[in-house]
Each structure stands twice: as structure tokens, then as C-alpha cells.
């Protein structure tokens, strides 16, 4: 009887673990292939699972991973709600989510662009302030400077 008790409580414990944790890869990736349809845009997929737009080139310098950048940005979910927007923003790439670290290297100095960046890459299953867990995010970017 002490053997089926304990059956059944690691078996709940274990399933209500499950919407924590949930998967949103794949989920995300519809997400974002259905907007960039629905948006007539023509995005490239890095190896991540990262997209992105760009818009226009730029001529300057083009970031590392480890750079310190400045850029104006505007950031939404897919159903067009903003959650942050910023005419100039100073960062280092490592200080930011996956998503820019690896995104705004993409960009040259004056370069802008959509990056559309799924919650593994982004603030994960948990979220983070207004944001919810295994959210799509978008950010408008243009890439003003490599300090």
C-alpha cells in the first residue's frame, strides 16, 4: 500500500509540474511564422530559432556578442500590444536577453530591423513584469551605435 501511495503522489506531483514547464517551441515558432505571413515580411531563422528583419543595412560598425551598443527600440507581442519603447537605450549585449545578444549583431551602425524572438530566447517560461511566460516577443531596432 506505501508503494502505490507513493506511485501516486510522484505521479501528481510530476504532472503538475508540467504547465510550469511547458514546452513553447514549437508553439512559439507557429506564432512567429504566422505573423510574418500574416505581415507580408521576409525573415531569416538563425540555428536558435531566433528571426529577423532587416530593414535597412546600415553602414557602420557591426556589433559582437560582447559589444556596447546604442539603440532605439519598441517592443510588442504579436497581437500588437507594447510592453517598453526607448528613442536611446546604452547596453552591453551581454547584459541583455539571448534574443539581442545574438539579434542586433545582425545589424550594422544605422541598420534597423525587426527582431522576432521566441521565449526561449527571450524571458523563458516564467516571464518577467507585464511580460508572461512563454511570450513572443518583437522589437522594432535600430541600431544607433557600437561604443
Known amino acids: 500500500m506505501k508503494y502505490v501511495t507513493l506511485v501516486l503522489v510522484l505521479s501528481l506531483f510530476v504532472s503538475c509540474g508540467s504547465d ?10 507557429k506564432e512567429i511564422t504566422d505573423y510574418i505571413a500574416e505581415n ?6 538563425s540555428s536558435t530559432g531566433l528571426y529577423y528583419v532587416i530593414e535597412e543595412e ?4 557591426q556589433p559582437t556578442f560582447t559589444s556596447n551598443v546604442t539603440v532605439s527600440y519598441k517592443g510588442y507581442f ?6 517598453d519603447e526607448r528613442a536611446s537605450y546604452k547596453t552591453n549585449l551581454q547584459n541583455v536577453i539571448l534574443g539581442w545578444t545574438e ?11 525587426k527582431l522576432l524572438i521566441p521565449a526561449h530566447l527571450g524571458y523563458g517560461n516564467s516571464g518577467r513584469g507585464s511580460i508572461p511566460g512563454g511570450a513572443v516577443l518583437i522589437f522594432d531596432i535600430t541600431l544607433i551605435s557600437v561604443n
Not at 507580408?40 to 531563422?45: D, S
Request: aromatic content about 10%.
Open 20 to 29: 510550469d514547464e511547458k514546452d513553447y517551441v514549437t508553439l512559439n515558432d
Open 40 to 45: 507580408n515580411l521576409v525573415a531569416e531563422k
Open 58 to 61: 546600415g553602414t557602420g560598425e
Open 78 to 83: 504579436t497581437n500588437g500590444s507594447v510592453f
Open 103 to 113: 539579434g542586433i549583431t545582425y545589424f550594422k551602425e544605422g541598420g534597423s530591423g
